[in-house]
């Protein structure tokens, strides 16, 4: 539960990054696989097991399954997640944590799975997470920030092109149904054609080099 005083809603902003300078990417990632038993109009439950940072980047050609077995012994974390749809950047979310083995073979066992390695890194005053994607959702990479509230007047690196705070497709159950790597020419054909886009009513959104910020 969050301690800001807005209980069980975390507050973030996620964009879609098509070139990731190298300075930016964390020496010590980590590693993610996640389970979603449930994905259903925004509502979502997951049960996710990660490492502790300092793992070795994923090979992104690796599927869910092969990086649960290239990295059992590095897992180091579990936990089961419920989430609610977002709303202008604000959603739902309560976790608890999940006895490390049990959590293994829930993800091992079932649901859609995704796989990750999580770069953490700050830019400015705020903490952004970079997650290189995996397996059948190769090549994305997304790059979120996450406050304990509102996330307004953000200064966005220059690396991210597009805001994917609202869009259903980007949202990590979705990738699990449907990999980003089967739609990822589409995607790109209608970014060219409609441009970027970013949230209004959150103030002010500028753009910096991430060496200026």
């Given at each position: 539960?969050?301690?800001?005083?807005?209980?069980?809603?975390?507050?973030?902003?996620?964009?879609?990054?098509?070139?990731?300078?190298?300075?930016?990417?964390d020496?010590?990632?980590?590693?993610?696989?996640?389970?979603?038993?449930?994905?259903?109009?925004?509502?979502?439950?997951?049960v996710?097991?990660?490492?502790?940072?300092?793992?070795?980047?994923?090979?992104?050609?690796?599927?869910?399954?092969?990086?649960?077995?290239?990295?059992?012994?590095?897992?180091?974390?579990?936990?089961v997640?419920?989430?609610?749809?977002?709303?202008a950047?604000t959603?739902?979310?309560?976790?608890?944590?999940?006895?490390?083995?049990?959590?293994?073979?829930?993800?091992?066992?079932?649901?859609?799975?995704?796989a990750?390695?999580?770069?953490?890194v700050?830019l400015?005053?705020?903490?952004?997470?970079?997650?290189?994607?995996?397996?059948?959702?190769?090549?994305?990479?997304?790059?979120?920030?996450?406050?304990?509230?509102?996330?307004?007047?953000?200064?966005?690196?220059?690396?991210?092109?597009?805001?994917?705070?609202?869009?259903?497709?980007?949202s990590?159950?979705?990738?699990?149904?449907?990999?980003?790597?089967t739609?990822?020419?589409?995607?790109?054909?209608?970014?060219?054609?409609?441009?970027?886009?970013f949230?209004?009513?959150?103030?002010?959104?500028?753009?910096?080099?991430?060496?200026?910020?």
């Open positions: 539960m969050s301690d800001t005083g807005y209980g069980d809603f975390e507050f973030e902003r996620r964009f879609w990054v098509r070139d990731l300078p190298v300075g930016v990417l020496e010590q990632p980590a590693v993610i696989v996640q389970s979603y038993y449930l994905a259903d109009e925004g509502y979502a439950l997951r996710r097991v990660q490492t502790s940072a300092g793992a070795p980047a994923l090979d992104p050609t690796l599927d869910p399954l092969a990086a649960l077995d290239a990295y059992t012994d590095r897992f180091d974390f579990c936990a997640t419920v989430k609610g749809p977002v709303n950047g959603r739902y979310e309560a976790e608890r944590e999940l006895d490390l083995d049990v959590g293994m073979q829930l993800v091992r066992r079932g649901g859609a799975r995704i990750k390695t999580r770069h953490s700050w400015g005053t705020d903490g952004w997470v970079v997650d290189v994607f995996a397996g059948g959702n190769a090549p994305l990479v997304v790059a979120e920030v996450e406050r304990g509230g509102p996330v307004t007047d953000l200064v966005v690196p220059s690396f991210c092109i597009t805001e994917v705070t609202e869009d259903p497709r980007f990590n159950d979705a990738l699990a149904r449907t990999p980003y790597g739609w990822a020419a589409a995607y790109e054909a209608e970014l060219d054609r409609t441009g970027p886009r949230l209004r009513g959150l103030g002010t959104t500028t753009r910096a080099e991430a060496d200026d910020l």
